[in-house]
């Protein structure tokens, strides 16, 4: 059984870069073929996919959040990291990472998810 668990903190100040980590057990992130993603859900909100890191490094992501997003990833830990620069208050949102099972934009694909972390943008 894959686990996924989000890590990182809970509140990032406007214009600061928001980091977390995801930490993956029951299986690698190098595995073919499967995209390890972010996705999000702001108050009141449907679910957004945020990006994806594959599982031979490439990396896609939102058009709408792409100049802010870096995904990355360390095979040694097992793990991939977000970060998402210049955050505004509307970046407030439950953060999930999830692995997807195939390279799609749909933020319900996944099979696999994290239980999310909050993360609010506020001074």
Do not use: H
């Amino acid at each position: 059984q894959v686990q996924l668990q989000e890590s990182g903190p809970g509140l990032v100040k406007p214009s600061q870069t928001l980091s977390l980590t995801c930490t993956v057990s029951g299986g690698s992130i190098t595995t073919n073929y499967y995209y390890w993603s972010w996705i999000r859900q702001p108050p009141g909100k449907g679910l957004e996919w945020i990006g994806y890191i594959a599982y031979g490094g490439s990396t896609r992501y939102s058009p709408s959040l792409k100049s802010r997003t870096s995904i990355s990833r360390d095979t040694s830990k097992n793990q991939f990291t977000l970060q998402l620069s210049s955050v505004t208050p509307e970046d407030t949102a439950v953060y999930y990472c999830a692995r997807f099972p195939k390279p799609t934009m749909r933020a319900q694909d996944y099979d696999y998810r994290g239980q999310g972390t909050q993360v609010t943008v506020s001074s």
